[in-house]
């Protein structure tokens, strides 16, 4: 069973950064992709970005290519969202996703496991 901790939320201004990271234990697949996700109240869970077990190819959500950028440490069983430029449209509860295999996915039915999500809110 894999087990997610996400960290790194907290309110922040509009135009600031915040770095959440997503530590993973458990994991006993040799590859797996990982994936942030976000949801904001009254609204349904969306894709922000994934990336692959190599690192090598990643995709974002149209809403935040070119503020936010996802890596990953597989030394420390991690994978980081640096988020840039923050808007108050951002705030929401940020979840880490992870599925075993080597496709990018976007939909949150194809992640097989989550965090309980940390939460980032942006003040205008």
């Known amino acids: 069973q894999v087990h997610l901790v996400e960290s790194g939320g907290g309110l922040v201004q509009a135009g600031g950064s915040l770095r959440l990271s997503c530590a993973a234990s458990?994991?006993?697949?040799?590859?797996?992709?990982t994936g942030w996700f976000r949801q904001a109240p009254g609204k349904e869970r969306e894709f922000v970005a994934v990336?692959?077990?190599?690192?090598?190819?990643?995709d974002y959500a149209d809403s935040v290519k070119g503020r936010f950028t996802i890596s990953r440490d597989n030394a420390k069983n991690t994978v980081y969202l640096q988020m840039n430029s923050l808007k108050p449209d951002d705030t929401a509860v940020y979840y880490c996703?992870?599925?075993?295999?080597?496709?990018?996915?976007?939909?949150?039915?194809?992640?097989?496991?989550w965090g309980q999500g940390t939460q980032v809110t942006v003040s205008a």
């Open positions: 996703a992870d599925r075993a295999g080597y496709g990018l996915a976007f939909n949150a039915h194809e992640y097989h496991y």
């Open positions: 990336i692959s077990w190599s690192g090598g190819r990643t």
């Open positions: 458990g994991r006993t697949f040799s590859s797996s992709v």
